[in-house]
């Protein structure tokens, strides 16, 4: 039977043509765990229509909106998908203040797995067999240091990383916020403060070519 949960929108990222929506649930006023809606494609990605509202706007950062699910679908690490309601118009009930982010702070050790990482990026990916055997996780919500965003062309077109710190250990992820690359994409190739952001929605993917990979999903600026 379908069941709505609402949720803290803390992403919104792109993923193939479509959407990977993720946030915390609120429940009697409190913050619960993790939630990911999902479709019923192989890569599990969401269609823009479907993180759309009645009146034609796509789910924002800490918008709250209540989401029907049909069941849980955890696959590996990735514990927190739901499959989701493709039928049912997602409901914007109102927008978490920004100034209470720290109550949906998350403060692991690490960032998973550490010691591996792509040419572009740092402690940016983890070995397929690595996740699946010792992760039971994918979402975070942190708050970085010393951060800082770069606008990159590693190939053929411009790519957005963040590198920061965090409890002391140095990461550099692809962000794939569309909001954040839309702005920033335009600019030149370069490194470019980021004062007005106070957390990071960081992901890990499902597997491609033997690795799991990190990524900023979500940037939430003050």
């Known amino acids: 039977m379908p069941y709505i949960k ?23 006023g409190r913050i619960r765990s993790w939630v990911r809606p999902v479709s019923e494609l192989p890569s599990g990605q969401l269609w823009t229509a479907t ?14 909106v209540d989401v029907t699910l049909i069941s849980p679908q955890p696959e590996d690490f990735q514990t927190e998908n739901h499959i989701v309601d493709a039928k049912t118009q997602w409901v914007k ?42 992760l039971q996780s994918s979402l975070l919500l942190i708050r ?33 916020d569309p909001q954040l690359e839309s702005e920033y994409l335009k600019l030149d190739v370069g490194q470019y403060g980021a004062d007005d952001v106070v957390a990071l929605c960081v992901s890990l993917a ?17």
Request: proline content about 5%.
């Open 144 to 176: 970085p240091n010393d951060l800082v965003l770069r606008v990159t062309r590693p190939w053929d077109r411009k790519e957005l990383r963040a590198r920061f710190s965090f409890h002391g250990i140095m990461y550099d992820f692809k962000i794939t």
């Open 93 to 134: 009930s109102g927008e978490y203040p920004v100034a209470n982010v720290d109550q949906l702070l998350d403060d692991p050790p690490t960032l998973w797995i550490n010691g591996y990482e792509s040419g572009k990026g740092l402690n940016d990916r983890v070995p397929e067999h690595m996740a699946k055997e010792e």
């Open 206 to 222: 499902p597997a491609f070519n033997g690795n799991c990979y990190k990524l900023v999903a979500g940037v939430i600026r003050g």
């Open 6 to 28: 609402r949720i803290v929108c803390l992403a919104n990222s792109r993923k193939n043509q479509g959407r990977c929506f993720a946030g915390k649930e609120l429940k009697n």
């Open 51 to 64: 993180t759309r509202y009645e009146d034609g706007h796509e789910a924002a950062l800490l918008d709250v």
